[in-house]
């Protein structure tokens, strides 16, 4: 993480704000509403180097305006782009996401338009709607083309991300852009059209993505993926220049960044929810105190999640912040989800913190709060309550808050006893490296009698071809004495990517009629149970097997298996450190 500094940009002298326009491809025109000064609008963005709001059209026998900006340009904005079109003429408004900053500047251009349809994502168009009751606004699908003529057939991209879930791509197949919105951006104000000088933007760069994308960067990476799909010559994005002479090295560098963020040693599930910005705002402060403590954050918007990815993050993390506004009286519905799956999956040794804006009694984080202590999680901040909008010092509050959580949290790490022989450090060290070992997720099943049990694991590996064989490395917490015996019959259930049945299974054995009850089981031919809900299932007898460590390792042949999904993925366990499950 690039720590907060400023760095004032050289090419500031007190100049005003102003439009810039140029030709940048056929029929194709880039607004470069240009500010010198520090940036209000990004809290979390300390560098005093101003920004360009990049809006772009496209003529083709139709015309279509791309992202105008904010309330502070309207005028200038308006004044700049009559001089290129009339502005009755536009045929479609395309919004890379929806800010509440831009509504003024869509107001007054839709006054001057006659049959415009405004092109969002979907889950752009009620908040749109809302804002300009009287426009036509239309929900893009992305397998749709927008074809303007003369070659420009623009594809859209759906890229959600927790800060902006609304968020598209678009892409012209006539001039290979790809608008490509907050991705590749950079806040810095020049004269520059072109990254011809691109060694010079490094810095700012990986500043900018430290800051507003690190904390959702697998949602990054799913959105890279997407646009590795399309032919780019350039990369359009909404703020700095455009992208053209560092094209692939960018793509690498955004793919590296979001690797990096996957090795830091301690990560930290932030769970929130804002209806109007004001807890969103303080979570960015808090995540910036984790950031610049060198922790991994996963930010994530509830509104927009799904039960099975807060799970995940859940389970992944070794401490999580929840934030929440107070909406009549309550924590909104989908806190209430998140607390639910918290409370019902998280181990009690994470660490927890809450947070959130209120208006007058804030019952929400008091709720919340009550909620965890009763669970007996332990609390990694005092709680951070904000009436209405956050100001400079409560979110300078924000930060401490994150930076406590960052070091309280690797303090309980350090706790750990060293094993013998190696330092702390080599013991992170290589515990970190051990947990790059993967297997898929499997719950073995086993029979005693009339007693079913079960317990997770991933520390499987097929072994021989012939007979086809695995070895499963077993503590004794887990089934050891049921698999003592050669001969005994057990089955290996390798679950399905996207499903929820690791929740039911712990890592140790758990046995018992009511296990399995909320389950879709069926006996095998072995007589142990197999989990219709996993992506196949191998029924197994026990060969050998040898004490290794603090495992018994258990060499047993597949006598018959069946790929119950054949569409679905195998589950990884994915581990952090070697020295846990
Ligand atoms: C419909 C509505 C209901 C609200 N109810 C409460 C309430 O019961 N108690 C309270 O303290 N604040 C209440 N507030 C104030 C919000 O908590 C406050 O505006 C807060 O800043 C919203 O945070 P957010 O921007 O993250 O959504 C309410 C606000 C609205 C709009």
Redesign the pocket.
Same mark, same amino acid.
């Given at each position: 993480m690039t720590t907060t500094t400023l760095i004032p940009n050289p090419a500031i002298n007190n100049r005003s704000r102003d439009v810039k326009t140029a030709e940048i491809a056929d029929q194709t025109w880039v607004f470069r509403s240009r500010t010198w000064d520090r940036l209000k609008f990004e809290i979390e963005y300390a560098r005093q180097r101003g920004t360009t709001a990049n809006s772009y059209l496209i003529r083709g026998d139709k015309t279509a305006l791309i992202d105008p900006p904010g309330e502070s340009f309207t005028e200038i904005y308006l004044e700049e782009i009559r001089q290129y079109i009339l502005l009755h003429r536009l045929d479609y408004l395309i919004l890379s996401h929806v800010n509440p900053n831009r509504i003024v500047t869509l107001k007054a251009l839709l006054a001057e338009t006659h049959q415009i349809t405004i092109l969002c994502s979907k889950a752009a168009v009620n908040t749109l709607k809302n804002a300009l009751p009287d426009a036509q606004i239309l929900g893009i699908r992305t397998d749709e083309i927008l074809d303007l003529g003369q070659g420009h057939q623009l594809s859209f991209i759906n890229v959600p991300t927790p800060r902006w879930p609304d968020g598209i791509c678009t892409f012209d197949q006539k001039t290979q852009i790809l608008y490509s919105d907050k991705f590749f951006s950079v806040h810095l104000c020049s004269d520059d059209i072109w990254d011809k000088n691109w060694k010079e933007l490094d810095a700012d760069r990986r500043y900018y993505f430290d800051c507003l994308h690190a904390v959702q960067s697998k949602t990054v990476e799913t959105a890279l993926d997407k646009i590795k799909e399309f032919p780019a010559q350039y990369y359009a994005p909404a703020h700095g220049p455009i992208i053209r002479y560092s094209l692939s090295r960018l793509a690498h560098d955004y793919r590296y960044w979001c690797q990096e963020q996957k090795t830091r040693p301690l990560q930290v599930a932030l769970l929130?929810?804002?209806?109007?910005?004001?807890?969103?705002?303080?979570a960015r402060s808090i995540e910036r105190g984790l950031l610049e403590n060198d922790l991994a954050v996963e930010s994530i918007n509830c509104e927009f999640a799904t039960p099975t990815e807060i799970s995940q993050a859940i389970e992944n993390c070794d401490g999580f912040i929840i *934030?929440?506004?107070?909406? @009549?009286?309550?924590a909104?519905t989908q806190i209430q989800t998140a607390l639910g799956i918290v409370l019902s999956t998280a181990a009690k040794t994470k660490l927890a913190g809450v947070f959130?804006?209120? *208006?007058?009694?804030?019952? @929400?984080v008091d709720l919340i709060e009550t909620k965890l202590k009763d669970a007996n999680y332990r609390l990694g901040f005092e709680s951070l309550r904000?009436?209405?909008?956050p100001t400079e010092s409560s979110l300078q509050a924000g930060y401490s808050a994150g930076e406590t959580f960052a070091q309280t949290l690797k303090k309980t790490k350090k706790l750990r006893v060293p094993q013998q022989g190696m330092t702390e450090t080599q013991i992170d060290r290589t515990a970190q490296a051990v947990g790059r070992i993967v297997g898929s997720l499997s719950v073995l099943t086993t029979r005693q009698g009339e007693d079913h049990a079960g317990f997770l694991t991933s520390w499987v590996s097929q072994a021989s071809f012939n007979p086809p064989g695995l070895i499963i490395a077993v503590a004794d917490e887990q089934a050891a004495d049921r698999l003592i015996n050669s001969r005994t019959a057990f089955t290996l259930n390798i679950l399905k990517e996207g499903r929820n049945l690791r929740r039911h299974f712990s890592n140790c054995i758990k046995s018992g009629s009511d296990v399995f009850t909320e389950l879709e089981t069926q006996v095998g031919e072995n007589g142990c149970l197999i989990l219709s809900e996993s992506l196949a299932y191998l029924e197994c007898t026990v060969k050998e097997r040898q004490l290794c460590g603090d495992r018994w390792l258990v060499y047993a042949t597949v006598e018959r298996g069946q790929v119950l999904d054949g569409n679905g993925v195998t589950a990884i366990g994915h581990r952090k450190s070697g020295s846990q499950y």
């Open positions: 929130y929810a804002s209806a109007y910005g004001n807890t969103a705002t303080l *934030g929440s506004p107070t909406l @009549a009286g309550h909104p959130g804006s209120y *208006g007058w009694s804030g019952e @929400a904000v009436r209405f909008s």
